[in-house]
């Protein structure tokens, strides 16, 4: 880059770091710097998640997955508008949470549960949550060396030091520093200063890219170049995709019930100064995510279109020769093995693709294809030339009668293949993960590049610092906390976590060199994070909605979870360099993969489990779908037998006597004045402004997002099918165009109004009344907070009862 990218990522980075710094002074209680005093407004709130829904892990991720699938399947994503509707009108789960007035998700654990639960459930939250999200800073890094074309180590003092050190070691001290600044506090304010900085930035690239591309000349084309059943554009078109498909969609749909709450209860969860002003800035996430789509799409469409269409083809050549070179160093290991590599890869003529002459490309035969296999058999064939390789087969075999000499050809062969398989499963991961990172160092011009990097500093900060904060709050809340027996002052309080932030941090430093990714990042996060999630989930819905939730019910739930999950794991990260060997060398392969291609046999094309001496045939959606299942049956079974009497809700969820804020939680009956108020969930507690937003998504949301952009294409469709040309047409209307409206009246809209919640947030800090009781601690399945007041009413009641 040069020296004045530089000056665009550091000013606005400087500044935003010096915001957090600010936010110290207002931290004056445990409740401040986890909650942010819960005084924060809507738009504050929904501001600064548009930064924590901008990562470089999430746009790494998001490209992986279009590029493999396309745009097809979002089609069929409109299912889903309903379900998200009333989700949102109703604040299902982070109203009821919020209701709690529980800091954390471990303090909610034990006053719906018990105490040991709280402190296990919360371990094993925090384990999943690291092992998953340490790859973040890891992404990050290798994301800056690629694009920036950094060497791979410093010499300094004479020492060599790894340049992904350094960048993991930067990445990590940012985020950390912020944390410890002002915990939540400090994050709420930052994110928001970065959220009302990034829209401008996701709005030059969004002009950059619809300006050097066109949508009907290059874009649509290239889409709809795809092989039969794998249509990047046609949503009927699709049977033949694998990984993210129609099943993918059917696993999305339960987890968007069953985990709406499972990650709740850190950061901005609990910081709203109402449950009704919660529920309104998830409300209020509909316009927010509309640029961050845009982007997404946008920088998606644009790498496929760069890396297929002839226009660009002499640039393609170039990244994909660039990339296999880089990738190779990282992986191949010897200087030998990576200068064979790099002569075939120069041996590679330039691929030209003429859409509509060529056969179509498809997910097994495309233009990367030619360098993954090149790739591949040079890793399958070892480092040695045939000259060593004949003198090496002789060493090992020396002295050998016939048989022994054919059963040492057939271990060694084993041998290297199974290093080949292990060493091109990274290869092809990091291969896709960089693939950005490298065209957008092709593409881009100075300034250009700088804009793009401070975007995705800011975004790296903030959703690093998030998930770091998140982990070593849980752990310091919900482990920590409740383990003491002796109470912390608030002073030793926040320094815990602020000491337990910094080793989480040192945990993710380390694991971002331990732990290798063999997966897209999508499915790598699945699998781990079903640890928790496999079984998390009714144990939250159940523990807000239900009476019946036991403890016993919530044990077996997470405990069967956490071992299916440690099975699947295990198989998927073991598949290529033991699972398969174990299965070749005792002659099972065969009988193996005809048992499973049975079993997945009734629910192909989208579920198809075939053998691969590479990959798992059971992907991580599979595995998470059917541990999610087992789960949730097991924990309404054992409730049932283990229940002996109802809980409280009410006395849990400050409702009825229990209300001690005095806030307005009337219900209105159902009549013909209030049907539709009712079924839009809209209580006494909005305003005419609530009303009209409330309205205004339902009108959105479903007459425009679910009837007319997906039932009457739907019908249309099957009167008279449209061709794919008309698909591309449909996907500019529906995810660029009306969206881009929405996002341009947004900008205006949160800006204002996240101005205006920060000047009302630091008025409410000083003036706030601090409570030092109020700190996460339960007593008698109670926030000690509210404990005395809550058993005052009790006592009332009782006395009141004896009276009659």
Partial sequence: MSWIDWLIVIIPVAFVIGIGLWSRRYVRSVADYLAAGRICGRYVISVGDIANALSIIGLVAYVEVQYKTGYALSFWNNIMLPLGIILSLTGYCTYRFRETKAMSLGQFLEMRYSRAFRVFAAFLRS??????????????????????????????LGLEIPTFMILVTICLTIAISIICMGGTLALVITDAIQG???????????????VKFSWSQEIVPVMMDRAAGESFLNPYDISKLRDFNLFFLVVTVFTTIIHRASWIGAGTSTAAKSPHEQKMASLLGTWRGALNGIFYVLIAVMILTVMNHKNFAPMAKEIRTDLCQQVAKDVAGSEIMQKKINQKLAAIPPLVHEIG???????????????????????????????????????????????????????????????????????????????????????????????????????????DDTRIYSASLTIAQDVILPLRKKDFTPEQHVLVIRLTSIGVGVFFFFGSFFMAQLDYINLFVTIVCTMWQGGCGPVMI?????????TAGAWTSLLSGMFLAFFAIFIQRQWANLIYPFLQRNELVESVGSFLESVSKPFNPYIEWKM????????????YFLTMVITLILYVVVSKLTCKEPFNLDRMLHRGKYNLDGENKEREPWNLKTIFRKLLSITPEYTKGD???????????????????????????A?????????????????????GIFAFISTFWFGIGGVVDLFRLFRDLERRVVNHLDDGRVSGSMSLADKAELEAVDAADKAEEEKK
């Avoid at 159940?542 to 036991?550: A, E, I, P, V």
């Fill in 691 to 717: 009303r009209f937003i409330a309205w205004f998504f339902f009108i959105y949301s479903f007459i425009y997002g679910f009837i007319l952009a997906f039932i009457v294409i739907l019908i249309w469709n």
């Fill in 196 to 210: 009302m900085l990034l829209y401008p930035l996701m709005v030059v690239f969004t002009v950059f890219v619809l």
């Fill in 612 to 623: 691969n001496p590479v990959k798992c045939p059971i992907n991580a959606y599979e595995f």
């Fill in 127 to 156: 384990i999943a949550e690291m092992l998953a999200n340490m790859i973040m800073p890891a992404i990050a890094a290798r994301f800056f060396i690629y694009i920036l074309d950094l060497p791979r180590s410093v010499s300094v």
């Fill in 542 to 550: 159940f523990g807000l909605y239900s009476r019946f939730g036991t």
């Fill in 719 to 739: 009167i008279s099918p449209w061709p794919t040309e008309w698909w591309g047409h449909y996907f500019f209307i529906r995810q660029l165009l009306i969206p």
């Fill in 357 to 463: 002459k060529d056969a179509p490309l498809s997910d097994s035969n495309n233009l990367d294809t030619v360098y993954l296999n090149v790739v591949h058999k040079t890793l399958l064939e070892g480092e040695r030339t045939p000259t060593e390789q004949a003198a090496h087969i002789a060493k090992i075999t020396d002295g050998m009668d016939e048989a022994q000499k054919a059963e040492a050809l057939k271990n060694e062969k084993l041998d290297r293949e199974t290093a080949g398989h292990s060493k091109f499963q990274q290869f092809r991961t990091l291969y896709h993960q960089l693939l950005l990172a490298s065209t957008m160092r092709k593409l881009l011009p100075t300034g250009l590049l700088g804009l793009f990097m401070l975007l995705l500093v800011m975004a790296m900060i903030s959703t």
